[in-house]
């Protein structure tokens, strides 16, 4: 497995194996990769002749207020999982070489970046399709790899894709879950043993949620209030439903939606959503 630090060095790599006919895979991580990530790795892998994972914590996507500095660091212990996994290179540029002196160019998807994450988070999706499209213009990947666990993320992300003719296949992937629902999360490791129990509540009130749409129930103020009670023990930053491409806010549930929850436990800010398909 190589490491590549340059966007001019990764592009000339991407473009020499796609000139030899290869397919590239790409998966952009922030790094502290854990079970989530390495199911992105695992099918850029075997979808693709080559994989490509993206290490970078992106400063473009943190409020000054956030948790930028102290987000976890753990390189050698990445590239490791990256190798094992059969990544064949991994691009990890500094954020110097990312966003030089004089850097002003950001890409901006609307609608579908307002609301959910985007209430709290204002410049959040901004700096997230400014680093993908420039990650994206250094792997230049055929297929790229992105989780639900970050629905939101992924509904901007295939939005973005679309709208700029990319010609790129945006491929969503299923949250990986830790054995008792939690969503897994580089965010988990700052949790106290405490927040960590009382974050279950989110998963479990989302996987309630479904089961109360199972058996029919189509009002979304109904299934949202459902979820609200199940979250008592935790500071609730929204729930809502919504339709899943356009993310916009949904009172009865047809096609498929998305059901997504965020909360504080202490500092930390998790989320966690499900999808339902109303048949
Ligand atoms: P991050 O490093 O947190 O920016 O995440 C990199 C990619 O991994 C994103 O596409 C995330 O949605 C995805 N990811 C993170 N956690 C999970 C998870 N628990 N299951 C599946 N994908 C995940």
């Known amino acids: 497995m190589i490491i590549i630090r340059t966007p001019r060095e990764m592009r000339e790599w991407a473009l020499a194996q796609r000139q030899t006919g290869k397919t590239i895979g790409c998966v952009p991580t922030m790094g502290a990769l854990h079970e989530g990530h390495a199911s992105l790795m695992r099918e850029a892998v075997a979808k693709n002749d080559v994989g490509v994972a ?33 990544i064949t290179a991994v691009y990890a540029p500094d954020v110097e070489t990312m966003y030089p002196d004089g850097y002003q160019t950001y890409v901006t998807v609307e ?22 499209t420039k990650l994206f213009n250094a792997m230049v990947p055929h297929r790229a790899y992105f989780g639900q666990k970050d629905a939101q993320q ?12 990319m010609g790129i296949e945006i491929v969503e992937m299923p949250i990986v879950r830790e054995a008792d629902g939690l969503a897994m999360s580089s965010r ?14 989110l998963s479990r009130s989302l996987f309630r949620a479904r089961d109360i749409m199972e058996l029919g129930e189509r ?5 949202i209030h459902a979820v609200r009670e199940g979250m008592a023990d935790v500071d609730i930053d929204y729930v809502e439903l919504a339709d899943a491409d356009s993310l916009k806010p949904v009172e009865h549930v047809q096609g498929t939606i998305v059901l997504a929850a965020a909360a504080f436990l202490g500092k930390t800010r998790l989320i966690d959503n499900i999808k339902f398909e109303a048949k």
Do not use: W
């Not at 992924?154 to 003719?165: E, G, P, S």
């Open 154 to 165: 992924c509904a901007v992300i295939k939005r973005m894709a679309r709208d700029l003719d």
């Open 54 to 86: 993206s290490l970078f914590v992106n400063p473009k996507q943190f409020a000054p207020h956030e948790d930028f500095g102290k987000y976890p660091r753990m390189f050698e212990a990445d590239c490791a999982m990256a190798e094992q996994i059969g």
């Open 219 to 223: 009002n979304a103020r109904k299934i």
């Open 188 to 201: 988990n490791a700052y949790l106290s043993p405490e927040e960590r129990q009382r974050a279950l509540c």
């Open 111 to 132: 609608e579908v970046s307002q609301g959910l994450c985007g209430a709290a988070r204002p410049h959040h999706f901004r700096g997230v399709t400014t680093v993908v």
